[in-house]
């Protein structure tokens, strides 16, 4: 039952994190003192309410959310306080509090227990960059997608960084990697679509972001200006009033490190990449 969770929760996707957190409470049902599934489960909820949006905003730091899922992972730590998975949980945790710095050191801390830990060097990249420090960003990124190569959204998320500083050709072939591995991360495509965009190739940047929106019509609200830049701005105008308001209230940008990693600038109220991006 664990690790047929931990593959679900590897797609990223909505079902993908019902159907992990189902097989772990399945199997916490059977072994309650299993100390990897209570930290699995954290994480689950940490990637499924920030994809719901329950989670992540600066006035979210106290959220219910949030609490429940720090008596998930303190129970993991008092289980075994060695266990790097229950670390890494805790550094995400600190991510959605904007505690940077507690962030980086639990991670740093989960990568000491277990240097192939591939999410953890993933996730103290993601910490890195909310600190402001993408060179440390990048080589973690570099290291966590050499160790699981495989990841599409360890793949998507050296995209960003890479487009961060400045080298967006090699954030596509970055996100094509990612593409190659799940053609329908939308995540992936909005990114493939930014970087198109950003390099000048504006009619194949409108094929991603026009199937990206197609699979989750969220990142409407980030790829706006692609249809502009393509010359279809009457296609985005005609989007739901609701889209509209979001868009001008974000200034047409994401929410943070991926998507400001995806070129995107301005202000945005959220510490790191958003929506799943983790």
């Known amino acids: 039952l664990y690790l047929r969770a931990r593959e ?39 990637l499924q ?18 609490a429940r899922i720090r008596a998930e992972i303190d129970t993991a730590l008092k289980l075994d306080p060695g266990l790097a998975e229950a670390h890494a949980a805790l550094g995400s945790l600190y991510l959605e509090e904007w505690k940077f710095p507690e ?21 103290l990249a993601r ?29 998507d998320n050296l995209s960003s960084f890479l487009n961060m500083a400045g080298r967006t050709d090699e954030a596509l072939a970055v996100s094509e990697r990612a593409l190659a591995i799940m053609p329908d991360s939308d995540q ?20 991603s972001a026009r199937r990206a929106v197609q699979l989750d019509p969220f990142w409407r609200t980030f790829l706006y200006d692609i249809f502009v830049h393509a010359g ?32 995107y600038n301005g202000a945005h109220d959220r510490p790191e990449d958003k929506r799943g991006g983790a």
């Open 8 to 46: 679900a929760v590897r797609r990223r996707t909505a079902d993908g994190f019902v159907e992990a957190e189902k097989l772990l409470e399945q199997a916490l049902a059977m072994q309650p003192d299993f100390a990897p599934a209570r930290a699995t489960l954290a994480n689950v909820w940490l």
């Open 49 to 66: 309410w920030n994809s719901q949006e329950l989670i992540g905003q600066f006035g979210q730091r106290n959220s219910p959310q949030l």
């Open 103 to 123: 962030a980086a050191a639990e991670l740093r801390r989960a990568i000491e227990l277990n240097p192939n830990y591939a999410s953890a060097h993933q996730w």
């Open 127 to 155: 910490a890195l960059v909310a600190d402001g420090r993408l060179d440390e960003a990048l080589a973690e990124g570099q290291i966590a997608a050499t160790l699981d190569p495989l990841s599409h959204r360890i793949q």
């Open 188 to 207: 992936a495509l909005s990114f493939k679509a930014t970087y198109l965009d950003r390099l000048g190739r504006h009619e194949e940047a409108l094929v």
């Open 232 to 263: 279809h701005q009457a296609e985005a105008d005609a989007w739901p009033k609701a889209i509209q308001r979001r868009i001008h209230s974000l200034g047409a940008v994401g929410r943070a490190q991926d998507l400001r990693g995806s070129g």
